[in-house]
């Protein structure tokens, strides 16, 4: 009877633990936002099968990616599906440089314009400001210097992920180097397409357990190999 009234007890710190982090979770995201005078993209209704709506990356998460030595400020960063481009903005904010971004709803990628406007008017470097384009990142040419792919559930299907992963090969094999794909929260389909490409293996995960979500994968990272005679499956 005690351990059944322990258990239950547990249970609901544990409920209360995780509805404190989340609060404290958005509060930081909050507190960005209106320190720079931006404003997150709303949650948009889903217009597609092979694409989701936007969601915007806890600041606490982006910290922790930073701190692991992933991603470095030397990394041009592409964020695929960037909505108002907060993920880019904060690492703007942590000395990141060379971040651009891609989406391809054209409401949230007019706020990713505004609100890269809002920060950089408080700077007084602007010189190398994020640079946003209203694409559809599946059906575009990749540049051939970016090192370093984001994604926070972006693609809704696997064979839509394939697809889009071609276009990064093709941006590899025109300039073979070292390529990271970050997928936060990794879900099936996402795993699913990158574990059928020969020329891309897992290399770490990144877990914060300050987030209520710790026990799910935060970050998964992919990375070309060297073999320069690979060949993604079709």
């Known amino acids: 009877m005690i351990c059944r009234f322990l258990l239950s007890f547990l249970e609901i710190i ?24 931006l404003e997150d993209g709303r949650m948009q209704e889903k217009k ?45 904010s942590r000395g990141f440089y060379n971040l651009s971004g891609y989406e391809i709803d054209q409401t949230l990628y007019e706020q990713g314009q505004k609100n890269i406007e809002s920060f950089y008017s408080k700077r007084k470097d602007s010189s190398n400001k994020i640079e946003l384009l209203n694409v559809d990142a599946v059906n575009t040419e990749y540049p051939s210097d970016i090192t370093c792919f984001y994604l926070f ?32 929260f990794p879900t099936v389909a996402s795993m699913g397409a990158l574990r059928e490409c020969n020329w891309l293996r897992e290399t770490g995960r990144v877990i914060d357990k300050s987030h209520p979500c710790w026990r799910c994968v935060n970050f998964l990272v992919y990375e070309t190999i060297d073999e320069k005679d690979s060949q993604i499956p079709v």
Request: aromatic share 12%; with cysteine; proline share 2%.
């Open 14 to 37: 544990d409920k209360l633990c995780r509805q404190g982090k989340k609060r404290i979770c958005f509060n930081i995201y909050m507190d960005f936002l209106k320190k720079n005078a």
């Open 48 to 92: 597609s099968i092979h694409y989701n709506p936007y969601e915007g990356t806890n600041i606490v998460l982006i910290e922790k990616l930073i701190k692991s030595g992933v991603i470095s400020p030397e990394d041009h960063i592409a964020d695929i599906g960037c909505g108002a481009g907060i993920f880019l903005l904060y690492l703007a």
């Open 153 to 184: 559930n972006t693609f809704y299907d696997k064979d839509t992920y394939l697809s889009w992963i071609k276009k990064v090969y093709s941006s590899w094999r025109d300039n073979q180097r070292k390529i990271k794909i970050i997928i936060l």
